[in-house]
């Protein structure tokens, strides 16, 4: 049976200002979504191939390597990496502190969705995106949730 259409007096809409600021912190989270994809997989190669190259960093997250190169230099200007031309990138001990932020961030989602029974593919793709954009208070509760 197909689900029950809602009628118009049923939708409410929130106080203009409290929407407003949940609007503002979706904008908020995608401004600094780039930079913890960028800092959390420098981590990841420096982890498994003991070095990150900025061609390394295009192929897995599918963009040019003039883009990859924008962003390490504006990654460098904020103080999250260190990087030479033609060098590996590093992380300095800020771009470190964020990337076991995010890491940690996406490993306890990944973890509940998987409670929850989602298949393990569909979780890694459905936390990264989750991940950015996700309050303290909820993921707290998931932490707990996968904890029991």
């Given at each position: 049976m197909p689900p029950k259409a809602r009628k118009k007096a049923d939708l409410t809409l929130a106080d203009p200002k409290i929407q407003a600021s949940w609007f503002a912190r979706v904008r908020s989270a995608r401004q600094t979504e780039t930079t913890e994809d960028y800092v959390e997989l420098i981590a990841d190669l420096i982890e498994v191939q003991q070095e990150a190259r900025a061609s390394d960093l295009a192929a897995r997250l599918g963009v040019s390597a003039p883009t990859v190169s924008n962003a390490v230099s504006r990654l460098q200007d904020e103080g999250y990496i260190e990087?030479?031309?033609?060098?590996?990138?590093?992380?300095?001990?800020?771009?470190?502190?964020?990337?076991?932020?995010?890491?940690?961030?996406?490993?306890?989602?990944?973890?509940?969705?998987?409670?929850?029974?989602?298949?393990?593919?569909?979780?890694e793709f459905d936390a990264e995106g989750i991940e950015h954009h996700i309050s303290e208070q909820t993921l707290q509760l998931m932490k707990e949730f996968g904890g029991k």
């Open positions: 990087s030479k031309p033609y060098r590996s990138i590093f992380l300095t001990e800020k771009g470190r502190k964020l990337a076991r932020k995010c890491k940690g961030r996406h490993q306890i989602i990944l973890e509940f969705l998987i409670r929850l029974g989602v298949d393990p593919e569909t979780a």
